[in-house]
């Protein structure tokens, strides 16, 4: 049964109502195990935040959050990763973001360590989204599945072809995978092993195969 959350504008109209406990993000998404994505929060999102017993926040824009929103951090033990401040957008390419700070956000977001740990950005869109895509490519997902996740948050007005063009063109090798990576992203890569091992195995017999029709030809 899918589980059915009041929006915003729901639990503004209704301030004193049970609605209000139950206010995700209007972009608030559930990525992987321990991974969660939002936009910049409001009031309204702190009792379903505090809910998921986020351990860490990373944010990609280079806003900076509402008193607030700081505040909720503070009082939660919720340590606030601002990397947006640092390394957000390259000013003389046509790169939305800075590989610098895709690269740092991933080496966190795949550390345990931080976990349960959110990403955002101001509107959960395009910083975000391209976070995600392009841990998608880490996951080895086809980009068709990873384009289909990102236009699923960006509507057709807001998507953006240099975030969907950054994603494609990232080089995964850059980023350096921590210690302590997730369970689900081990046994992922294992899988992948796997298959590359049994499609080798495969190659070979049908060469070998090849090779000795030939043979018998000769």
Not at 83 to 95: C, F, I, V
Not at 205 to 214: C, H, K, M, N, V
């Amino acid at each position: 049964r899918e589980l059915m959350f009041p929006s915003q504008q729901q639990a503004q109209a209704h301030p004193t109502n049970e609605l209000q406990q139950l206010c995700p993000p209007e972009e608030f998404g559930h990525v992987e195990k321990g991974i969660y994505r939002s936009n910049a929060l409001i009031p309204f999102n702190f009792p379903f935040i505090k809910a998921l017993n986020i351990k860490t926040v990373v944010q990609l824009s280079p806003e900076v959050l509402i008193k607030a929103v700081t505040t909720f951090f503070q009082d939660n033990g919720i340590q606030h990763m601002h990397l947006g401040l640092k390394a957000w957008r390259p000013s003389t390419t046509w790169k939305p973001v800075s590989e610098e700070l895709i690269k740092e956000a991933l080496e966190i977001v795949l550390d345990v360590n931080y976990h349960p740990i959110m990403v955002m950005c101001s509107s959960g869109i395009h910083q975000t989204g391209t976070l995600v895509g392009c841990l998608r490519r880490l996951q080895n997902w086809s980009l068709t599945s990873i384009l289909v996740e990102y236009r699923s948050y960006a509507s057709s007005r807001s998507s953006r072809y240099g975030d969907e063009q950054f994603i494609e063109l990232f080089d995964v090798d850059l980023v350096r995978l921590p210690a302590k990576l997730p369970d689900w992203f081990i046994e992922q890569r294992e899988m992948l092993e796997q298959e590359r091992l049994q499609e080798e195995l495969k190659a070979r017999g049908t060469a070998l195969t090849s090779s000795r029709s030939f043979s018998f030809i000769e």
